[in-house]
Nanobody, 123 residues
Framework: QVQLVESGGGLVQAGGSLRLSCVASGRIFSINYMGWYRQAPGTERELVADINSGGRTNYLDSAKGRFTISRDNGKNTVYLRMNSLKPEDTAVYYC?????????????????WGQGIQVTVSS
C-alpha cells in the first residue's frame, strides 16, 4: 500500500556532509510523523531526529547542531541534512513514517520503514 524509498547515503570523509531523502508513495491520506533512525553493527536502532505533523523537531543529543531534519509535505518527503560528520555517525539509516492510509478508519495510523541506507564516515 505504501512504499518508502531512501537516497543520499554513501561514503564521506570526517567533517563532510550528506543529505538523506526519503519519499513515500502509495495510498497516503495523511502523514502524522516522520523520523530518521540509525543502527550501527552490534548496536540497537536509535532515533536520530524526528518531526511531527506540527513541525516540531527532536534530535539525538549527539546530532544537535550538526543535523537538520525537514519535510516537504507536497512531495511526501523527509530530509536529513548531516553536517560535520564523524566516524561514529557511521551506520545504516532508516526513515520511519506514521501515516493515515486511504481506506483505513479515520485516525488510524500505520508505521512504515524505509529499506535502510548506508552512511560511512572515514577518519
Amino acid at each position: 500500500q505504501v512504499q518508502l524509498v531512501e537516497s543520499g547515503g554513501g561514503l564521506v570523509q570526517a567533517g563532510g556532509s550528506l543529505r538523506l531523502s526519503c519519499v513515500a508513495s502509495g495510498r497516503i491520506f495523511s502523514i502524522n510523523y516522520m523520523g530518521w533512525y540509525r543502527q550501527a553493527p552490534g548496536t540497537e536502532r536509535e532515533l536520530v531526529a524526528d518531526i511531527n505533523s506540527g513541525g516540531r523537531t527532536n534530535y539525538l543529543d549527539s546530532a544537535k547542531g550538526r543535523f537538520t531534519i525537514s519535510r516537504d509535505n507536497g512531495k511526501n518527503t523527509v530530509y536529513l541534512r548531516m553536517n560535520s560528520l564523524k566516524p561514529e555517525d557511521t551506520a545504516v539509516y532508516y526513515c520511519n513514517f506514521r501515516l493515515g492510509v486511504i481506506g483505513d478508519p479515520i485516525g488510524y495510523s500505520r508505521t512504515y520503514w524505509g529499506q535502510g541506507i548506508q552512511v560511512t564516515v572515514s577518519s
